[in-house]
């Protein structure tokens, strides 16, 4: 298993950034793909952003072209890098580390876009 720690969350104006950081510790060798998801409140958690250990990315569509996610595998970090904020981004965003019979997530981090 994964130990994951999210920060970097807060609040910002429209059309500002942010860069959410996800470090994990634990059995981090056996990680296959990182992510972020988030959950608006009375919404479902949705998928954002997800990179595999070889360094695959794939995003959700509505954030292409304003969010990237990448790696720091000395430290064990992930980022998401989020540009051109909207209203309709703020959530609370969550790290997940997939691996061979584990998913685990973060405690979440609280992103707010103001109008």
């Known amino acids: 298993q994964v130990q994951l720690v999210e920060s970097g969350g807060g609040l910002v104006q429209a059309g500002g950034s942010l860069r959410l950081s996800c470090a994990a510790s634990g059995s981090i060798f056996s990680i296959n793909v990182m992510g972020w998801y988030r959950q608006a409140p009375g919404r479902q958690r949705e998928f954002v952003a997800a990179i595999t250990s070889g360094s695959g990315t794939n995003y959700a569509d509505s954030v292409k072209g304003r969010f990237t996610i990448s790696r720091v595998t000395a430290k064990n970090t992930v980022y998401l890098q989020m540009n051109s904020l909207k209203p309709e981004d703020t959530a609370v965003y969550y790290c997940?580390?997939?691996?061979?019979?584990?998913?685990?997530w973060g405690q979440g981090t609280q992103v707010t876009v103001s109008s």
């Open positions: 997940n580390a997939r691996g061979s019979g584990y998913n685990d």
